[in-house]
């Protein structure tokens, strides 16, 4: 009898144009075509963006070619919550966190006078996708920050539906904003630590990798794929040495799969520079790391070397394993196999902590039945 509960703290779900238009005013239904075809054609314009398979939050119509490879795409559990309960079962996973393959940050708000709408018309289909069974599909719930009053309305009403997991997208200058030390995503930051969830930045487009990605030899840009990871750094340094955990000690990030060796060596980096070479952060009062432990998640999907080697530098209350359903490094339907395989040696209250009791903390889920 399996009696170890897995929760997946990265999972995918495939959520369409015309699921997101069902909750959207007729009236409004030609301008949002209009706003995602242009977000469309941008991503497939020769940039290699369209093919960034795996890297998470990646264009609908994105990465065929591992695709095709990857029969997990093809499952109706992707799209379908009765389907993807039934392959969380097969899996041996109890609760999967789900991230939208769509993202909408990067064309609601130019949806023609109808932003707000479009907005609350995209969780509300994730919502909606959730509902199958609430305690066990746990949504993100997208926060665009080109307007940041909108912003805290939507974290207070998807908080007020029971959301609770929050998805902002990794880098504001990608929108033409100011990063999130800026004082301007104050009331967002309170909203959403008023509310205890948490912000999850999931890896993905980083639009200074394009020239990269032009460059890249390689049919599914391999070359470009696991630099993506590394700039996750940029986002570690914005949140913690711009002084946002200082201010909001209580704000919650979860970093999804961004790897953990290298993350390692971040740290020990950054505190260095500190306490050895100088360098003087006025935003905050304690050394970098300090911060990182008490408010920063990681997730990661299969890593023998960062989970058996770096464990105890990260912290296991820092770390969270995910299956990655349904993209091409996913473990599925083998979940449990590979987390007997990865975790042995390790002991019984860290494995706990780092399978399910990370998890059910950060996301406040109730325990297993």
């Not at 314009?45 to 990465?63: I, S």
């Not at 999967?96 to 990067?106: P, T």
């Not at 997208?142 to 539906?161: G, T």
Request: aromatic share 10%.
């Amino acid at each position: 009898m399996v009696t170890e509960r897995l929760v997946s703290a990265d999972s995918h779900v495939k959520m369409s144009h015309e699921e997101v238009k069902a909750h959207l005013p007729t009236r409004l239904h030609a301008a949002y075509d209009e706003a995602a075809g242009a977000y469309e054609q941008r991503m497939s314009r020769g940039t290699g963006r369209a093919n960034r398979a795996g890297a998470g939050n990646a264009n609908p119509t994105g990465g065929q070619g591992i695709a095709a490879r990857n029969s997990v795409f093809g499952r109706p559990g992707y799209a379908d919550p009765v389907e993807r309960l039934a392959d969380m079962d097969t899996d041996g996973v109890d609760v999967e966190v789900l991230y939208s393959e769509v993202s909408a940050f990067r064309y609601v708000s130019d949806v023609r006078d109808g932003i707000a709408e479009a907005v609350r018309a995209f969780n509300d289909a994730l919502h909606e996708f959730s509902l199958a069974d609430p305690s066990r599909l746990v949504v993100s719930y997208q926060v665009p920050i080109h307007d940041v009053d909108l912003a805290v309305a939507e974290v207070e009403r998807v908080a007020a539906l029971g959301a609770r997991s929050l998805q902002l997208p990794v880098f504001p200058s990608e929108f033409g904003q100011p990063d999130y030390y800026h004082e301007r995503y104050d009331p967002l930051f309170s909203a959403v630590q008023a509310a205890e969830l948490p912000v999850c930045c999931h890896i993905g487009l980083k639009t200074s990798l394009d020239e990269l990605a032009a460059r890249d030899p390689t049919p599914n840009k391999g070359v470009m794929v696991p630099m993506t990871p590394l700039m996750t750094a940029e986002a570690f340094g914005m949140f913690i040495m711009g002084g946002v955990f200082e201010r909001f000690p209580g704000l919650r990030v979860v970093f999804v799969e961004p790897g953990l060796g290298w993350v390692a060596w971040w740290l020990e980096m950054v505190d260095d520079m500190v306490q050895r070479q100088g360098y003087v952060y006025p935003a905050i009062t304690d050394l970098p790391s300090t911060y990182f432990h008490r408010n920063v998640s990681l997730t990661f999907v299969d890593e023998a070397m960062g989970l058996q080697r770096v464990r105890d530098l990260l912290g296991p209350a820092n770390i969270m394993w995910s299956s990655d359903y349904p993209h091409p490094v996913t473990s599925w339907p083998r979940s449990r196999a590979l987390v007997e395989e990865q975790f042995r040696g390790i002991p019984d209250e860290e494995r706990r902590l780092i399978v399910s009791g990370n998890a059910e903390r950060v996301w406040g889920l109730a325990p297993a039945a």
